[in-house]
């Protein structure tokens, strides 16, 4: 079976692994993230996870700017538990309502 992948632009694969990188945060949790995981919901390869993403480090820091743009409760809750940098600069009332998530 032949599996055709679609083309991006570089712009709209970056948006794209992004969106699966959240989806994938939502569904295993902040800290579960894996480039196999990401790769997979973005029918792409790992090897392009890592070349927009050096490290997974980066990568978490990208889904918790949109986590925290998007109000996506669950994902900044466990950020600001895990001492993630741009969890603990979100508002400090997304972060109280975040952590109301976790009682």
Do not use: C, W
Not at 17 to 38: K, S
């Amino acid at each position: 079976m032949n599996i055709k992948r679609l083309r991006l632009e570089p712009s709209e694969r970056a948006d794209n692994i992004l969106a699966a990188a959240v989806a994938v945060a939502l569904r295993e949790g902040f800290r579960g993230i894996t480039r196999d995981q990401v790769a997979a919901e973005a029918n792409s390869s790992v090897g392009l996870i890592y070349t927009y993403y050096r490290s997974m480090d980066s990568l978490r820091d990208e889904v918790m700017r949109v986590a925290v743009r998007d109000k996506h409760l669950a994902i900044v809750a466990q950020g600001v538990a895990s001492g993630n940098v741009v969890a603990a600069r979100a508002p400090a009332e997304l972060r109280r309502a975040a952590l109301q998530t976790l009682a």
